[in-house]
């Protein structure tokens, strides 16, 4: 198994929540407390905002100690983060014209200030 793979089980391991989903080979979205939610596509946005911590985006992990400094838990944080990053990405499949670099890591650095 490489790193990706290591990470992914990981992230997949901290959603208990999701395990009967994926143990049954679940699709599309499931019913939770917060309305439907579709576990793959979570398991994956955790990843990708784990993948920027841990060093492709630098300002991320920033973010993410503001935000743990100022009482969420990290789970939490880490759902602050994917605020911006879903927002970046539907703009990315929708108006890719309109995709922004520099406004996403704007809305990163806002991020617990």
Do not use: C
């Not at 989903?21 to 939770?32: I, L, N, Q, R, S």
């Not at 108006?95 to 200030?113: C, F, H, N, Q, V």
Request: aromatic share 4%.
């Amino acid at each position: 198994m490489d790193h990706e793979d290591d990470l992914l089980e990981e992230i997949t391991r901290d959603h208990p929540e999701y395990a009967e989903y994926f143990a049954t080979g679940g699709t599309g979205d499931m019913e939770t407390d917060a309305g439907p939610v579709n576990p793959r596509l979570h398991v994956i946005i955790h990843t990708v905002v784990e993948k920027q911590i841990r060093g492709e985006l630098p300002q991320t992990n920033e973010a993410l100690l503001r935000l743990t400094a100022s009482g969420l838990s990290r789970h939490e944080a880490i759902h602050k983060l994917a605020e911006p990053l879903v927002r970046q990405v539907h703009t990315l499949l929708t108006e890719p014209d309109k995709w922004d670099l520099k406004a996403y890591l704007k809305a990163i650095d806002k991020l617990g200030r």
